[in-house]
């Protein structure tokens, strides 16, 4: 079997057996970069001599018998989290030479497990968007058809995983930016609770929204990697001091009796038929595996969409003032004064989508319009949270799709905001709510694949990966690859 169609636990298991060693995973892996990166733009920054540096330093520990569960396995991250003495841009011409001066936490914590960094994702401007193209450095392509987008935000995380340049990567998810473009590449990824995965390092968006997690090919990999990355951390005052258990023991737990609700109002009009067929005969395999299944209604949820895009552009207007040319970011050349030094330096510093959002986040909450729109969205917010929550009083988990189409293609609706935001229709929900949610690959429509979504409750992460592991059992679309990166 060559390498990169080993799953995590498999490559960790070879590099244990000593079959092979990290560096030459590290050389395997790099060499598919090398090979094929150029036509999916997948990474911003390719890390190789660190990356071999890390393989050394994993084998030398393996050597001492000082090797962990992940020592020697490669990853890369969204270059949404700071690398120390890496280039970490958002995908913004704002941070196009920013070097971070630290690793944020999820850096940290995985490099000490012995990871080794191949290099920086790309990903939508400040994680805003569906689709990856309004990134500084250029539209991810989808492997599985390259006139298609791979998803976005975390699209070049999803598509680098998806072509197997990477076993696994990180990603951040907002509304649906983890799960989203999982779906539309054919992966597992899942986002956690909000406060579960350190956010100290990485590049806020939306800090009410806000969470890091895993693109990988199974629910096991996701459950490797996110037993490592996440835990309490006391420099990011959201991150929550719940213990972590064991997500890979976890994975046998059975579906018998595990009670399913299937989200009524995730198939309603706006639903492609068939990503809702795929979907359909997912949940009968289920249902198969001995779930109980019925049916769940959360009235407010088909509110999710204007709620987001009120809360997250007016929490990104603010977070995103740091970037003023002075203090963060490009700084335009020769200001007359201090004024045009702010306007130039960030009207040439953020792309469109970018200021639409800041625009839109100043608005809805200047004086005047802060009730109508902002103060509303909390309550619609508060609404919706109470919807999970009596859900959650019937049900285990939560089913439904993760997205309303498959891959779309590359400029179909980057000029139409309103029918991009429509995307996130099914996975704003538990953004807004707080609660982990994954998706899995279910089928494909045509030669696109489709994702099933699986939402838990607050530190259900061991249910939803267990499910998600269940299903992966009987199934084999997470081991498909794309014709060409096989
Ligand atoms: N697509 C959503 C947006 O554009 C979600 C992004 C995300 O999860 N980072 O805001």
């Known amino acids: ?89 958002c995908g913004s011409r704002m941070l196009d030479n920013f070097v971070a001066p630290y690793d944020a936490t999820v850096v940290e914590r995985l490099a000490a497990a012995g990871t080794v960094l191949l290099g920086k994702t790309n990903m939508d401007e400040f994680a805003m968007g569906s689709s990856n193209e309004t990134s500084y450095y250029g539209p991810v392509r989808n ?31 907002t ?34 929204l806000d969470q890091g997690g895993v693109l990988a090919p199974s629910a096991e990999d996701c459950a490797l ?78 509110l999710s969409v204007p709620t987001y895009y009120v809360v997250a552009p007016a929490e990104c207007s603010s977070n995103l003032s740091r970037f003023d040319g002075v203090r963060f970011g490009h700084r335009c050349q020769g200001p007359k004064d201090l004024l045009d030094l702010y306007k130039r330096s960030r009207g040439e510093g953020f792309g469109a989508e970018v200021k639409r959002r800041i625009m839109t986040g100043t608005y809805v909450l200047s004086a005047g319009y802060y009730d109508a729109y902002y103060l509303k969205a909390q309550k619609v917010r508060s609404l919706i949270n109470a919807d999970f929550r009596r859900a959650f ?16 293609a590359i400029g179909a609706k980057v000029d139409d905001p309103i029918t991009m935001y429509l995307n996130d229709i099914y996975t704003i929900g538990a953004n807004l709510a707080g609660l982990p949610a994954m998706s899995v690959p279910c089928g494909f429509v045509g030669n696109l694949p489709v994702g099933l979504q699986l939402i838990g409750p607050h530190f259900g992460e061991a249910r939803v990966l267990a499910a998600a592991h269940a299903y992966q059992c009987e199934t084999d679309f997470h081991r498909r690859l794309p014709a060409g990166f096989a």
């Open 175 to 208: 509304g649906g930016s983890i799960r989203q473009p999982a779906a539309l590449v054919g992966i597992s990824g899942i986002k956690p609770t909000y406060g579960r995965v350190s956010r100290y390092g990485m590049i806020a968006f939306a800090s009410s």
């Open 225 to 302: 990697l996110l037993g490592a990355m996440a835990g309490f951390d006391p420099r990011d005052s959201t991150s929550v001091d719940v213990p972590v258990p064991d997500y890979a023991a976890g994975l046998a737990t059975s579906l018998k009796g595990v009670k399913l609700g299937v989200l009524k109002e995730f198939f309603s009009a706006g639903l492609d038929a068939a990503t809702g067929a795929r979907v359909e005969a997912a949940i009968a395999q289920l249902r198969a595996l001995g779930a109980d299944v019925v049916e769940v209604s959360c009235p407010n949820l088909p």
């Open 1 to 89: 079997m060559s390498l990169h169609t080993r799953s995590l636990a498999e490559l960790a298991a070879g590099l244990r057996a000593k079959e092979f060693s990290a560096v030459e995973l590290t050389r395997h892996f790099l060499a598919r970069i090398e090979q094929a990166n150029a036509g999916l733009n997948a990474f911003v920054t390719v890390t190789a001599e660190r990356a071999l540096a890390d393989a050394a330093r994993a084998d030398a520990a393996r050597a001492a018998g000082r090797a962990g569960p992940l020592s020697g396995v490669p990853l890369a991250h969204k270059d949404i989290f700071c690398t120390d003495g890496i280039k970490t841009s």
């Open 393 to 408: 009083a019937e049900v285990d988990l939560l089913v439904g799709p993760t997205s309303p189409t498959p891959a779309f």
């Open 143 to 173: 492997p599985w058809d390259p006139a298609t987008v791979p998803g976005g935000s975390s699209g070049g995380s999803a598509a680098a995983v998806a072509a197997r340049l990477v076993p696994v990567a990180t990603g951040t998810d």
